[in-house]
């Protein structure tokens, strides 16, 4: 089974509101914005930014508890997640956690973006937090 990353899916930036993410990554820094998702059930309003084969998703909280409120708190914004694509969520989460990876929850689940995804612990990855997202790259 082929578990290499067939690219950078998206990279995930927290911001503390939409508007101000917008002023810089569409307005500033000229990316289309393609369409805003909310997701009451994380908490969460995320904007789809495409550039080439990737994404700059920005990551609003909807409320303090939003599941990006702690980083906001601590951070104040900046880089939240990498994602990284691949053909196969199950054995390429197999294999992360065969080489120490902690991968959270019992199983991917469905992302903004509507393809299985899973987040791995961020202290088992170097502070980096990193996210599989399953799709077919054929
Ligand atoms: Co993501």
Same mark, same amino acid.
């Given at each position: ?15 503390p509101n939409l508007e101000a993410g917008l002023a810089l990554w569409r307005?500033?820094?000229?990316l289309p914005l393609e369409r805003i998702v909310e997701m009451p059930d ?22 303090d508890q939003s599941e990006v409120s702690k980083f906001l708190a601590e951070? !104040?914004?900046? =880089? ?5 694509? &691949? ?9 992360? $956690? #065969? ?7 019992? !199983?991917?689940? =469905? ?5 299985? &995804? ?9 502070? $980096? #937090? ?7 790259? !054929?």
């Amino acid at each position: 089974m082929n578990t290499t990353p067939t690219c950078i899916n998206h990279l995930g930036i927290a911001v503390p509101n939409l508007e101000a993410g917008l002023a810089l990554w569409r307005d500033a820094l000229g990316l289309p914005l393609e369409r805003i998702v909310e997701m009451p059930d994380r908490g969460l309003r995320i904007a789809f930014l495409p550039c080439g084969p990737t994404t700059i998703e920005l990551i609003a909280p909807l409320h303090d508890q939003s599941e990006v409120s702690k980083f906001l708190a601590e951070r !104040g914004g900046g =880089l939240h997640h990498v994602c990284l694509q &691949v053909d196969d969520i199950a054995a390429a989460s197999d294999h992360a $956690a #065969l080489h120490g990876l902690r991968m959270l929850g019992e !199983g991917p689940k =469905l992302g903004a973006e509507g393809y299985p &995804v899973r987040f791995a612990h961020p202290k088992t990855t170097a502070g $980096a #937090l990193v996210e599989l997202l399953e799709k077919s790259s !054929g």
